[in-house]
């Protein structure tokens, strides 16, 4: 094998693995915050809910929890899986898994915000829902840009449990070409790739912070 | 009764809790167009609570409340039974409430913390409430500040833009929650200058404040609570020179600060 054709595989694991990672935050972030209101809720049941979710998926392996994704539906109720299925347990179990710790860093978030906001909204006539999406979201995600940044940053790394799955991401790749070649290059390679990427994440999230230093 | 003298607040026989403790035991007051109340006392007498209560930000747990004659909350069988949510919203309009710690809302320039509730409101558009929020800040003093962010400001300053932000809503009555009690001494003085000015301007107000003396100017009619009832009241004369022990203590205590 070549250094192109090697190029091209580790290429095709690449493009999987920034597909893992750009769906994994485009669902979970969301799933997180209704997780957030769930585990703040006044509803007892739903509170409990939503509590012992966050605990088991931030309490069990993460390779774990794509393996009972992926094989559950079989095992459980004999439903046929396809090849296809894969990739979709593999997003699924990432996005299950980061809502928990998004909801967690969240409610943190919303928990922290003076009370004094709530109610001079109320006193201006700020709806329910006015309130929370024009005065204390904006201010939320301003206080837990720091720990989501932690978050996006292992989830970089933690795309390669995908492998778990056989889902032919950046990692995988690299395994594969890497013990049919006898060297390690493959696996430096991905190394390098995955800190450039996490480079790149921090410069994102930085800028972030400074677009929103223009108030305290 | 003349249009002049319509009542704007009623407030009564609040009664207020919270768990065991019983902060307001039996509070009522009428509050007219054009007069300013205020309310003194010792810490703990219940005196923002009350204002708590009338802004709906706490619920009595008996009395009566109403605004312009249309009820908030009505006493039923020793409770006091409210209104539903739209139409407490609706009475939200009636007034307003000044803060201690000022509540801007720090992710908003001096004029958008204005200019948003005005606007959400529904009776004006961008343009309109913009000039209203400018007009507002140049009479406050505050023009060159409009695209400022509260933390750029001193407290005073942001006391005063607080102040344009309930006023930008054109209430009935304004209430003012212990305005000074976070501003040191010198800038005290700007934002009681303001209240005055509204004063003059026939601004309907209730006042909870520790500046006795500034209470005992600007008031029409001062109420002296203590442990959650009212242990003097009346104009600033009676209640400064009433043979109230307690009242003459707390007054000539504070005064000699």
Known sequence: MNLETMVLQLGSGMLVTVEIFVLTLIFSLPLGLLVSFGRMSKNKVVMTISKIYISIMRGTPLMLQLLVVYFGPYYLFRIKIGTGYRMVAVIIGFVLNYAAYFAEIYRSGIESMPVGQYEAARVLGYSSGQTFFRIIFPQVVKRILPPVTNEVITLVKDTSLAFALAVAEMFTMAKQVASAQTTVVPLMAAGLFYYVFNLLVAFCMERLEKSMAYYR | ?257
Request: hydrophobic share 40%.
């Open chain 2, 1 to 257: 009764m003349s249009e002049q003298e319509k009542t704007i607040l009623s407030i009564s026989h609040m009664k207020k809790s919270f768990d065991e403790l019983e902060v307001i035991r039996d509070f009522s007051l009428k509050v007219r167009q054009g007069e300013v109340v205020s309310i003194i006392g010792p810490s703990g007498s219940g005196k923002s609570t009350i204002l708590r209560c009338a802004s709906l930000l706490e619920w009595m747990d008996d009395g009566e409340l109403s605004y312009l004659g249309e009820y908030a909350a009505k006493s039923e069988g020793g409770k006091s039974v409210y209104a539903s949510k739209a139409e407490l919203r609706r009475l939200h309009r009636h007034f307003g409430l000044v803060f201690q710690n000022f509540n801007l809302f720090p992710h908003y320039s001096v004029l958008k913390n204005i200019t948003e509730p005005v606007i959400l409101q529904g009776n004006m558009d961008k343009a309109e409430a913009e000039n209203k929020a400018l007009s507002l800040l140049e009479r406050l003093g505050l023009k060159d500040k409009a695209d400022a962010y509260p933390f750029q400001l001193s407290g005073g300053q942001q006391q005063r833009v607080s102040i344009a932000r309930a006023l930008a809503l054109s209430p009935e009555i304004l209430f003012f929650d212990e305005p000074t009690s976070a501003l040191d001494p010198e800038l005290t003085g700007e934002v009681l200058k303001v209240i005055r000015s509204l004063a003059d301007e026939k601004m309907t107000m209730v006042i909870v404040t520790h500046e006795m003396l500034f209470a005992k100017e600007l008031s029409d009619r001062i109420i002296f609570m203590e442990k959650g009832v009212v242990a003097a009241e009346g104009t600033p004369e009676e209640v400064f020179s009433t043979d109230n022990v307690r009242v003459r203590e707390f007054i000539g205590k504070v005064s000699t600060l």
